[in-house]
């Protein structure tokens, strides 16, 4: 995963610039496709640690090169976040204090402001060298064994209390206390003045406010994109937009010999690759409107609890492979390779109208049963062959 994350990174920002890396990490929906493309399932609240995780130790190497930094993390290692962002100014020139207080206010307002059940344990900021920064920062509610995700954007950041995220996903859990809603305006006032009067009128205010027994106000129609995703753990015909995954295959079964003759050097790389090529080119490429069902880009490499099947290392490894040339032939000024990429893109969404195939259940049947050929493994170990052999319609690794 941090050998994937970073070239894909790196790709983006190759292609798009720092700003666009940063943008999409801000996004739930991209940010679920882009941990499901890398092989985590693509439902799990894991997906957060995991791709944070693999961020911040494959961009290590380049990080300077980039200019993009990922600071903070898990646990303990999210108190490390101010001193990391002062580190971080100090070599590109920011001012890593102001940085710093923004780490915590963050926090505090997702911790404190936000009182929704959730308590936070991972906190991840991204800066870039001139400045931009996305915050990505994840809650735990332990009884429920549910989790909520926080994404920030200082580029869309008007204010820290008024609507301060740009999306956040997780289950609604109906009327909360959030006191950085715009709406909260005349309640945020209404608690300095109270703060102001001392604690035993707070205090009479609170035992008045339960002995009234006011019925609770209803909450308005969500305002946020809200990423909300099932109970069940396996990937379902209904979790997958079948038109985009039938144009993705379509689009390197037709356009693989075509555009990749000079990206496919090295030998046995397939047309199992190219499909997953095409679903990493639209993580890269594709329009947000594109990442509605993050479900999908689970094909590319399966997953590593074994849903929607185990994940393919032959082709995982050669999906890094031949994205690793691309990059490296882009920063030595041939974007041939890189190109190619966005061509297979573009055509998918060319004839996404049109393109037809097996059905979700049939691929996924096919992949299992092939499973062992292509080096499958799970958190479980390596995938065994089938113990009835049928005959299925397959491609080369």
């Known amino acids: 995963m941090s050998k994937l994350g970073r070239l894909i990174t790196e790709a983006i920002v190759i292609d798009q610039g720092r700003d666009?890396?940063?943008?999409?990490?801000?996004?739930?929906?991209?940010?679920?496709?882009?941990?499901?493309?890398?092989?985590?399932?693509?439902?799990?609240?894991g997906i957060t640690t995991s791709v944070m995780g693999a961020l911040k130790r494959g961009l290590d190497p380049v990080k300077h090169e980039l200019g993009i930094y990922v600071c903070g993390g898990r646990g303990k290692q999210s108190r490390k976040t101010p001193g990391e962002?002062?580190?971080?100014?100090?070599?590109?020139?920011?001012?890593?204090?102001?940085?710093?207080?923004?780490?915590?206010?963050?926090?505090?307002?997702?911790?404190?402001?936000v009182q929704d059940g959730f308590d936070l344990y991972l906190h991840s900021f991204v800066v870039a060298a001139d400045g931009q920064w996305t915050v990505v920062q994840q809650g735990?509610?332990?009884?429920?064994?549910?989790a909520r995700r926080y994404h920030w954007l200082s580029s869309e950041l008007e204010s820290f209390v008024d609507d301060p995220h740009v999306g956040v996903a997780g289950e609604s859990r109906g009327t909360i206390v959030n006191l950085s809603d715009r709406r909260s305006d005349e309640n945020r006032a209404a608690v300095l003045k109270e703060v102001?009067?001392?604690?035993?009128?707070?205090?009479?205010?609170?035992?008045?406010?339960?002995?009234?027994?006011?019925?609770?106000?209803?909450?308005?129609?969500?305002i946020l994109p809200n990423l909300q995703l099932p109970a069940h753990h396996d990937v379902r015909p209904g979790d997958v937009v079948m038109r985009r995954l039938h144009a993705a295959l379509t689009a390197a079964a037709e356009r693989g010999?075509?555009?990749?003759?000079?990206?496919?050097?090295?030998?046995?790389?397939?047309?199992?690759?190219v499909e997953s090529l095409a679903l990493v080119a639209e993580v890269i490429h594709g329009a947000p409107c594109r990442f509605s069902d993050p479900a999908r880009f689970s094909y590319a490499h399966g997953g590593k609890d074994g849903h929607p099947f185990p994940v393919p290392l032959r082709v995982y490894d050669q999906t890094i492979g031949t994205l690793r040339r691309a990059v490296h032939a882009a920063r030595?000024?041939?974007?041939?390779?890189?190109?190619?990429?966005?061509r297979l893109d573009e055509h998918a969404r060319r004839i996404e109208a049109v393109a037809k195939g097996a059905s979700w259940d049939e691929l996924v049947s096919r992949e299992r049963h092939r499973s062992h050929v292509y080096g499958g493994r799970t958190?479980?170990?390596?995938?065994?062959?089938?113990t009835r052999q049928r005959v299925l319609p397959g491609v080369d690794p």
């Open 85 to 113: 962002l002062r580190a971080v100014g100090e070599r590109v020139g920011l001012d890593g204090e102001a940085l710093g207080s923004v780490s915590r206010l963050v926090a505090k307002v997702d911790s404190a402001a």
């Open 257 to 273: 010999p075509e555009d990749f003759e000079s990206l496919l050097l090295t030998p046995g790389v397939g047309a199992r690759t």
């Open 140 to 146: 735990m509610n332990g009884a429920r064994r549910q």
């Open 196 to 222: 102001a009067r001392g604690p035993d009128h707070a205090l009479a205010a609170i035992r008045d406010a339960r002995r009234s027994r006011a019925p609770r106000p209803q909450p308005e129609p969500g």
């Open 379 to 386: 958190v479980k170990g390596p995938a065994k062959p089938p």
């Open 332 to 342: 030595i000024g041939n974007a041939d390779r890189l190109a190619a990429m966005k």
């Open 20 to 45: 666009a890396f940063i943008r999409k990490l801000a996004h739930p929906f991209w940010f679920q496709s882009f941990g499901a493309v890398m092989g985590m399932d693509w439902h799990s609240s």
